[in-house]
Nanobody, 119 residues
């Protein structure tokens, strides 16, 4: 089966940077799409950024110019580089991947990694 795990969350001061990682594991899979979302307690999940093996990365207006998403299909891994962090970026960050094994396509979510931006 396919499992997804995020890492890299931490507590940082405003203006700081973090790099989140999203790793998918599973025998014979190949990841070709990764999406990052974030969620604060009591609020709806918010889309942050998307990467695909083909095409241009896309970003929400709230993070455009500060965050950069990347992916590596060979390693089944994605990253979210977050710069110039603001207090409003505080949230649980989750990734979801689209992976393929043979003719089967999987969409899986991770459990999330917490990012806290505070002085």
């Amino acid at each position: 089966q396919v499992q997804v795990e995020e890492s890299g969350g931490d507590s940082v001061q405003p203006g700081g940077s973090l790099r989140l990682a999203c790793v998918a594991s599973g025998i014979g899979i190949r990841v070709y799409g990764i999406h990052w979302f974030r969620q604060e307690p009591g609020k709806e999940r918010e889309w942050v950024a998307s990467w695909s093996e083909v095409g241009t990365p896309t970003y929400s207006d709230s993070v455009k110019g500060r965050f950069a998403i990347s992916g590596d299909s060979a390693k089944n891994t994605g990253y979210l580089q977050m710069n110039n962090l603001k207090s409003e970026d505080t949230a649980l960050y989750l990734c979801t991947v689209r992976a393929q094994k043979g003719f089967t396509v999987y969409d899986r979510w991770g459990q999330g990694t917490q990012v806290t931006v505070s002085s």
